[in-house]
Nanobody, 119 residues
Framework: QVQLVESGGGLVQPGGSLRLSCAAS????????MCWYRQAPGKERELVAF????????NYPDSVKGRFTISRDNAKNTVYLQMNSLKLEDTAVYYC????????????WGQGTQVTVSS
């Protein structure tokens, strides 16, 4: 049974930083590309970071490029998202998932972690 448990969210001021974690189980983590998505109220879920299974390639949309960094620890079955220079528009619930083809591999998502950027 696939489990994805996100943590590390919170309330932060604009310009601040947060580090999110996602503990994965129920599949072979080290052989899967991973990603982070976010969903703001009233908006569709948006891909914000991608990392290959070995961690050698990452990719980001322009909206977060240069501010967000995805990384992983295959020994701990954990993927991270370091978020710096946070903006009001980064406010959303953040989710992790494995990545396959053009998007999330698993239809069952974790509970996500809320990130609120507010002054």
């Amino acid at each position: 049974q696939v489990q994805l448990v996100e943590s590390g969210g919170g309330l932060v001021q604009p310009g601040g930083s947060l580090r999110l974690s996602c503990a994965a189980s129920g599949f072979t983590f080290s052989k899967n590309d991973m990603c982070w998505y976010r969903q703001a109220p009233g908006k569709e879920r948006e891909l914000v970071a991608f990392i290959t299974s070995s961690g050698d390639i990452t990719n980001y949309p322009d909206s977060v490029k240069g501010r967000f960094t995805i990384s992983r620890d295959n020994a701990k079955n954990t993927v991270y998202l370091q978020m710096n220079s946070l903006k009001l528009e980064d406010t959303a619930v953040y989710y992790c998932n494995a990545f396959i083809g053009t998007g999330a591999r698993f239809g069952s998502w974790g509970q996500g972690t809320q990130v609120t950027v507010s002054s």
